[in-house]
């Protein structure tokens, strides 16, 4: 009893509270309810948490993904998987990384040099050093053209074109100028930026410097942050005044 509470502790992954718990008893992998009991009986070698509504199981050296209910959705016939994600998933079959949906049938996407994750709705494509991005219905909604694009947070990511920085939405429309030194994250239209010498932030598009700070920490869940100035920190607020 100890060994299966101690397993379920170590890898026990809940991803919201409508899917299930990976736990491993006796070597093999199942899933649990948030009451602790099992939905399906451990019986894979390996197996992944769910994601989108499936999860990854490893059957006779294959990968296939099952439903909350254990079924068969996609059959394990292929050499290697990663996680769904607004219902397109990134695969390995017949040596060959390929988008898959989650009826198994595979995508044909824009000409990358890699395939990525999708996330808020959209991947990532390469080409020749330079970065765009696609929709889950293989459509590019952003051609590549920047050197850099972070991952997206909330539906905002900072990108870098010739050593400056801004932020793009999902669609790829720019929400802040390509044109800053360092960029923060986006929090309720603002973000924090080094503009030359100044930091400051920039508040629906516009800069506003803040004399004599040298450091501005990123707005996560509050209306505040953090601000350095004569090496002392206190706390700044969205339009950038002291608190």
Request: net charge positive; hydrophobic share 40%.
């Amino acid at each position: 009893m100890k060994k299966l509470l101690l397993s379920i502790l170590l890898f026990a992954q809940f991803i919201n509270a409508q899917e299930l718990a990976l736990v491993r008893k006796d070597d093999k992998f199942g899933y649990i309810s948030k009451t602790g009991a099992f939905v399906i009986q451990p019986k894979y070698k390996t197996a992944k948490t769910f994601s989108d509504g499936l999860a990854a199981v490893e059957e006779n050296g294959k990968w296939g993904f099952i439903d909350s209910k254990g079924e068969w959705v996609i059959p394990a016939t292929l050499n290697d998987v990663k996680y769904f994600h607004d219902g397109i998933c990134v695969v390995s079959k017949n040596k060959k990384w390929i988008y898959i949906n989650k009826k198994g049938e595979e995508q044909q996407s824009p000409s990358s040099d890699k395939l990525y994750d999708f996330e808020d709705g959209v991947a990532f494509i390469k080409q020749k050093d330079k970065i765009g991005l696609i929709n889950n219905k293989m459509a590019v909604v952003l051609e590549p053209k920047y050197d850099v694009i972070k991952s997206f947070e909330n539906g905002f990511a900072r990108v870098r074109n010739n050593d400056r920085w801004g932020i793009i939405e999902t669609s790829g429309k720019i929400v802040v100028e390509i044109i800053y030194d360092e960029i923060g994250n986006y929090f309720k239209n603002v973000t924090w930026v080094k503009n030359g010498t100044a930091f400051g932030l920039v508040v629906s598009g516009k800069f506003i410097a803040i004399e004599g700070v040298d450091k501005i920490w990123d707005f996560l869940v509050q209306d505040v942050t953090y601000a350095r100035k004569n090496d002392k920190i206190g706390f700044i607020d969205l339009k950038g005044n002291w608190v």
